[in-house]
C-alpha cells in the first residue's frame, strides 16, 4: 500500500481564490511528521509547511494551512487567497517514527495551477 | 552560495557510460540523501545515509552506488548508465529529529542527467 496519496495530479484555481491539495497517509506508528513541498518551473523544492501527529493544534505558514484530520489520516494543504505565483507542483511527504532514524516518503504530487 | 550544492547541474550521457553526481553541503548535516524524480511518480529514496559511516539503501537502490567522503559531501554513482535512469536527481541533507527539528529535508538544486 502507498504510504502517501495525493489523488489530484492537477488542480486549477483562480487568482485569490482559496485551494485545497488533498493527501492521505498510511501508517501504524504513533508518532510521525508530515511535510508539503512546492516545486515550481524552476525545479527546486521548496519546504512550505509541517505537522507533527502529536500537534494539537493544525499548522498555519502565511497563506498556507495544513487540515490535520488524525482519525481520517488525511494532510491536506489549504493554500488561501492564490497568487499566480503558487503554480507548481506541490508534495505531499511523511516521516514514520520519532526515533529520528527515518526517511521522509513522498506522494506523486499535485500539479497546481493559477489563473488571472 | 546553496547550502546544498549538486554538480553536474546538467548532464547528458550515453547508454553504458559511468556517471557520478556529487553533492556537498554546508548546513553541517550529518545526514544525506538521494532522492531520484521522475514525472507521475514523485521522489523517490535512492541512498541514505545517517552519518559518514553509515550507507543505507532506499527504495530504487539497484544500479546505483554512493560513498560518503566526508559529512559534507555525498557521491552517487551510475556505474553503467541505462536510459531509463534519465530523470531529476535531488541530494538532501537534514538534521537529527528533535527539540525543534522536524527533520525537514534541505534539498540541492537537482542534477538532471539524460542518457542516450
Known amino acids: 500500500a502507498q504510504k502517501i496519496t495525493q489523488t489530484q495530479p492537477g488542480m486549477f484555481v483562480q487568482e485569490k481564490e482559496a485551494v485545497t491539495l488533498d493527501c492521505t497517509y498510511d501508517t501504524s506508528d504513533p508518532s510521525y511528521g508530515l511535510f508539503w513541498y512546492k516545486q515550481p518551473s524552476s525545479g527546486e523544492m521548496i519546504f512550505l509547511i509541517y505537522q507533527g501527529s502529536y500537534d494539537q493544534q493544525n499548522a498555519t505558514e502565511g497563506r498556507y494551512s495544513l487540515n490535520f484530520q488524525k482519525a481520517r489520516k488525511s494532510a491536506n494543504l489549504v493554500i488561501s487567497a492564490s497568487q499566480l505565483g503558487d503554480s507548481a507542483m506541490y508534495f505531499c511527504a511523511m516521516r514514520e517514527g520519532g526515533s529520528g532514524y527515518s526517511t521522509l516518503t513522498f506522494g506523486k504530487g499535485t500539479m497546481l495551477l493559477v489563473s488571472p | 552560495d546553496a547550502d546544498v550544492t549538486q554538480t553536474p547541474r546538467n548532464r547528458i550521457t550515453k547508454t553504458g557510460k559511468r556517471i557520478m553526481l556529487e553533492c556537498s553541503q554546508t548546513k553541517g548535516h550529518d545526514r544525506m540523501y538521494w532522492y531520484r524524480q521522475d514525472p507521475g511518480l514523485g521522489l523517490r529514496l535512492i541512498y541514505y545515509?545517517?552519518?559518514?559511516?553509515?550507507?543505507n539503501k532506499g527504495e530504487i537502490s539497484d544500479g546505483y552506488s554512493v560513498s560518503r567522503q566526508a559529512q559534507a559531501k555525498f557521491s552517487l554513482s551510475l556505474e553503467s548508465a541505462i536510459p531509463n535512469q534519465t530523470a531529476l536527481y535531488f541530494c538532501?541533507?537534514?538534521?537529527?529529529?528533535?527539540?525543534?527539528?522536524?527533520?525537514?529535508?534541505?534539498f540541492g538544486e537537482g542534477s538532471r542527467l539524460t542518457v542516450l
Open positions: 545515509s545517517f552519518d559518514v559511516k553509515d550507507i
Open positions: 538532501a541533507t537534514s538534521d537529527f529529529l528533535g527539540g525543534a527539528n522536524t527533520g525537514e529535508l534541505f
